[in-house]
């Protein structure tokens, strides 16, 4: 997957990213994420959500997680120049 970012615009592999994998809420969701999780690997969070349901799970607190990493990350790199 990293391949196809790098493939579209250099770099873009190396931006903090997440895995969403919605509609959850159909008969073949279970199946279908099975499969996708052997693709990319056991070592990936994979967040799932249905929007039908409106079932976020995890992903709103991760979201923050990651953008409040990232903003610490970008003051860091601010303050060393």
Do not use: C, H, Q, W
Request: zero cysteines.
């Amino acid at each position: 997957m990293k391949k196809e970012l790098e493939l579209y615009k250099e770099g873009l592999s190396s931006r903090p990213a997440l895995i969403v994998a919605n509609k959850m809420d159909m008969p073949e969701a279970a199946e279908n994420l099975a499969e996708f999780k052997k693709i990319v690997g056991s070592d990936t969070r994979i967040f799932t959500l249905s929007a039908e349901n409106n079932e976020l799970g995890d992903l709103p607190d991760a979201l923050r997680e990651l953008v409040r990493n990232n903003l610490a990350e970008d003051v860091a790199a601010l303050r060393r120049l």
